[in-house]
């Protein structure tokens, strides 16, 4: 009887890639995030019917490109007047009822980082001070910072003092996905595609647009109940989109 030898277990062609500065940095930044919060996760569906059958529209009167990111950023910075939770995080520090270790620090303005993806890596530029920008401000913002990241001329202070942040993948064939909370934050948005669904109206079925908000909190900083409500009040702002103008 013939014997038969096994193929090593590393006889395989491979190609290897080092990491850029970027890639490290974030797969570093990202890894101790996650072991470090004690991170849980819940999903809404919003009904985007209106917002999308007024952006076009918005964009040629207000003379700047509104994304459907634009939306999400004003939805934020509406939520979190109502749930200020939503932007604070722990911090190392002393207080009368906490002799050591760390104490809540909720920040006063609502910075949103947002994800873009560049040929040098994903970077995180932030719309700063949301909570007192119109919807054109925040798209005029938002294509500045777009621009600026893909080019590779963000300074320090565009991507400096994030407070929330949204991930947006809706450009992809993702229906949802479950983000990771970057580092000096504690909640993430994760937006999916835009999808026709059929949904009850007035109990007749009806087509409408739905995309999925997916949101990933700390449960060491906002309860379960709370980041809820802030789901919720996202969802029906994007339901009314005219608010939000």
Known sequence: MQETT???????????????????????????????????????????TELMAIRHNLTRALGVKVTTGTFYIRAMAVAVKRFPLMVGRLVSGVSHNN????????????????????????????????????????????????????????????IADETIALSNLGAYDIDSFLAIIPPQVSAILAAGKIVRAVVAQNGVPVVRRVVSLSLTADQRVIPCDYAAGFLQCMAEELNEPQRLI
Do not use: C, W
């Open 99 to 158: 002799g050591d270790g760390h104490i809540l620090q909720i920040a006063e303005n609502v910075n949103v980082g947002f994800a873009v993806n560049t040929p040098r890596g994903l970077v995180v530029p932030v719309v700063r001070y949301t909570e007192g920008l119109s919807l054109a401000e925040i798209a005029e913002e938002e294509k500045v910072l777009t621009d600026k990241a893909r080019s590779n001329k963000l300074s320090l202070e565009d």
């Open 6 to 48: 096994e193929a090593p277990l590393n006889d395989t062609t491979t190609t290897t890639m080092p990491l850029t500065r970027i890639q490290r940095l974030i797969g570093e930044r990202m890894l101790a995030s996650k072991r470090n919060k004690s991170s849980y996760y819940m999903e809404i569906k919003a009904d985007v």
